[in-house]
């Protein structure tokens, strides 16, 4: 690449990332937050333009906002129903079905249900995975973790970041969930430290909110990447918006006269805390001087578990089906957008990868996808099986070069269990392994419905069994792990055609 000098302020007035072509990268991942948990739109109408919803005039991100001007988002983008598994699938691009990490990640100890594979991968990230992460370390970058990590149980290889790659791990380990997110709890929760936040003692007694701590943290780590002259890897991992749902005072005052019930306003003031954090992040590296060379991607784990109410408990992410946990798809999209943290078509950077600015784009991506184009931006090669593709051209504005295809498998109990979701263009099949046949299979086809109202599983015979042949073949390469039978526990519930 051509080296170009320019001029940045603060620390160098060479940028170091432009001379060894490795762009900075900020992974932003929420806890729980849906397509609908935002003010900026992820639906489209029919004419394919965004499409708002009640529930983008209740929450206020206008950090989501300003990064939605600044590149590109996608109104359909997928990642596994439930956390560890999609925060396993984003550090090594495989689908939960190889990775066999399938269910959430319990600190204690093995989660696998009463009908679950006993041997699924428990105990998380393991010294045989390759993870993003260690890949970039060892291509010089520096890697920092912030937040929640929930990649292994209490003592185990993949219950500290470090363990796999992260050069700083702020507030990572087993937990899945603060005890608290307030400094002046210490954060936890009275004497019960099994959730307490590791490494932000510094912050106990004090007045200050978690997601502010993690944030003051990492731009701090940032910082110190920028005066190292090093390029950067930040995965901020919000703990928020996990339950418990602890108001964010800073923000109370905007949802004060909304028509929604006490934990819904703490939800939406959390959602706002989690923004004014991209928004401090993108004010941060804008002013080290290295926001041209930082890309950014926004996402959430899972589906929304908003506490709207029980009223709401299937509209949480009205208008799609569903939320966390279950196989609709309110359970299954997230947000995604990417984008420059400050936009300059000059920049050499930005010519390998130009990321339109205000785009809405029908295209489809997942989580596995992240992995290898994260490799290939900063110029990584690697080695084993993934599942994912990389989609740099579909940041450029442009359309997946294959047919879009997505792997959920989930041969545990939950709000949905025991089921295989399966993506392939515009159809999915869910397929229930603890079912009769007459209501084993749902078939929908998401380009004419969206709300998953109509099982064409009884229809369209000829699909079905097309779709059913096509996942079975997906869960066979990849060596997935089935259910067992509830009367004879020592037999696996494998496929059938219809």
Known sequence: ?????????????????????????????????GVMDTSVPFLADKDGKPERHPLNDLFRTPGM????????RMRHFYANSVCSPTRVSIMTGQSSARHRTTQ????????????????????????????????????????????????????????????FGFDVNIGGRAIGQPGSYYGKSNFTRGKNKSRAVFGLEKYHGKDIYLTEALTVEINAEIEQSVKQKKPFFAYMSHYAVHAPFNPDSRFAENYADKTVGRNA????????????????????VEKLGVAEDTLVFFLGDNGTDAPLGKTHAIACAAPLRGKKGTHYEGGMRVPFIAA??????????????????????????????????ILKLAGVSHDGKIDGSDFTGALSGGERTEEFTFLMHFPHSHRSSYYTAWHEGDWKLVYHYNRPPETRHELFNLAADRTESNNLAATEKKELRRMVKSM???????????PSSKKNPGKKIKPVLP
């Open 1 to 33: 690449m051509k080296k170009t000098l320019l001029f940045v302020a603060a620390f160098c007035t060479l940028s170091h990332l432009q001379a060894a072509g490795k762009p900075n990268i900020i992974l932003f991942l929420i806890d729980d937050m």
């Open 65 to 72: 906002e300003r990064l939605s001007r600044l590149g590109i």
């Open 104 to 163: 959430w990640i319990r600190p204690e100890g093995n989660n696998a249900g009463p009908q679950g594979p006993k041997d699924w991968q428990w105990k998380g990230i393991s010294p045989k995975h390759s993870t993003l992460p260690a890949l970039l370390k060892k291509a010089g970058y520096r890697t920092i973790h912030a937040g929640k990590a929930h990649f292994g149980p209490n003592g185990s290889y993949g219950e500290l970041p470090q363990n």
């Open 265 to 284: 306003k703490a939800f939406a003031t959390m959602i706002e805390g989690i923004d004014k954090s991209l928004n401090d992040m993108l004010d941060h």
């Open 340 to 373: 420059w943290a400050k936009p300059n078509q000059d920049n050499p950077l930005q010519k390998s990868l130009p990321i339109p600015a205000g785009k809405f784009s029908s295209t489809k991506g997942t989580i596995c996808d992240l992995f290898p184009t």
């Open 472 to 482: 079975t073949a997906a869960l066979e390469e990849a060596g997935a792990q089935y």
